[in-house]
């Protein structure tokens, strides 16, 4: 009760055109103990905000005069980006992005793993090497071209050491404002979606790579071509037959890109 006698007591002072109470250290000592009491009796607030929302209403805000400096904005942004933070099953190192924020091609990965983790950086891992082989095969460094992924945040797991799992449609949701603020500051020419999770997250389509290869999407106005992640390439036999239907999906992105295409790069991985 001694509070809200308190408050009557000051506002009667205030009406009379009293600004400024001069208080001993005995009335601070009363007044800390009310304030710990109140803040003990009030409940938490909660406000749940589901995945869709999120990346809808969540505006993101890039600052900097180049499209480095507004790419590096988000990354700090995301460092602490409540909406992933909040659902508790992502892990706290951010993996941002990595090349070139001005490329005309731009890839699209899943979700870090440990050694993108320990690096910070996208596509680091034997998955990373492979991709680096590709792009070589196309005549791209890694440096020219933009990479980021879909989750910016490894997925968490129990007793997790070096184990890996994909991100959940939600996870992804949080990472979306992030991709689309980079599409927006990098405009590339093309976006290529690599593996399932990528094309998910992009295209909110269910669908398998098998079925959404060889055809040409969009995803905000800009063509986007869907293709094996290279992990997936690691697990494969040795035979080319996989290897090759990641390459005329290159192809493709190369012929969209304006590339030069030789005759010896329309055979790589040929039976």
């Known amino acids: 009760m001694a509070a809200p006698i308190l408050l009557d007591y000051l506002k009667q002072l205030e009406k009379q055109g009293v600004t400024h109470v001069g208080i001993d250290d005995h009335a601070r000592s009363v007044l800390r103990e009310l304030y710990t009491r109140g803040s003990a009796r009030r409940p938490a607030e909660t406000h749940t905000v589901k995945p869709s929302q999120r990346s809808q209403s969540d505006s993101i805000v ?130 290529v979606a690599l593996g399932g999770s990528a094309a998910q997250g992009l295209l909110v389509s269910d669908k398998p790579v098998g079925q959404l290869r060889e055809s040409w999407h969009q995803f905000q106005g800009i063509p986007l071509r869907v293709t094996y992640h290279p992990s997936y390439l690691l697990r494969q036999e040795d035979g080319p037959g996989e290897k090759r239907k990641v390459w005329e999906d290159m192809l493709a992105i190369m012929e969209k890109l304006g590339l030069p295409v030789s005759e010896k790069q329309r055979g790589y991985f040929k039976a």
Request: net charge neutral; hydrophobic share 40%; glycine share 6%.
């Open 62 to 191: 890039a600052q900097g005069n180049t499209a480095a400096e507004k790419i590096a904005s988000l990354a700090t942004i995301a460092e602490t980006w409540q909406p992933a933070r909040a659902l508790g099953s992502l892990r706290d190192t951010m993996v941002f992005s990595a090349g070139n924020p001005e490329a005309d091609f731009m890839l699209v990965g899943e979700a870090p793993g440990f050694q993108e983790e320990q690096k910070r950086e996208p596509f680091v891992g034997p998955a990373g090497e492979k991709l680096n082989q590709i792009l070589k095969a196309m005549g791209l460094a890694r440096e020219k071209v933009y990479i980021s992924n879909v989750c910016k945040f490894r997925p968490a797991t129990r007793n997790q050491t070096t184990n890996n799992r994909k991100p959940s449609p939600e996870e992804m949701a949080t990472s979306l404002p992030f991709v689309k603020a980079e599409i927006d500051i990098v405009k590339p020419s093309v976006i």
